[in-house]
């Protein structure tokens, strides 16, 4: 994926007891990288993170603020199906994450 600056993100996500982070990470060889700072190159930044709750079995996607702490996201909401919250989060159609 293309950042808005032209630097190239890679999309991985980690899971945590009952959460699934999903982080981005600035590839430090891409071309295109003016406008990034040195200190973020080839760095990882969440993303969005999204939540199980066990009792019921359903996921619920959080959003990243610029302190790096995480709110509900209310446009879509917990599904027990997270192929299509994942779906959404690759799709962004606010920008919220992806930007």
């Known amino acids: 994926m293309l950042g808005t600056n032209g630097y190239q993100i890679e999309r991985k996500a980690r899971f945590a007891s009952s959460s699934m982070w999903m982080t981005g990470r600035s590839r430090s060889s891409s071309a295109g990288l003016r406008g990034v700072p040195t200190s973020v190159r ?52 606010t920008g919220i994450f992806w930007g």
């Open 42 to 93: 080839g760095t990882r930044f969440p993303i969005a993170r999204l939540r199980y709750t066990k009792a019921r079995r359903e996921w619920q996607i959080y959003w990243r603020d610029q302190n790096i702490k995480f709110h509900a996201y209310d446009l879509v909401g917990p599904s027990a199906d997270v192929e299509s919250l994942l779906a959404h989060i690759d799709t962004d159609p």
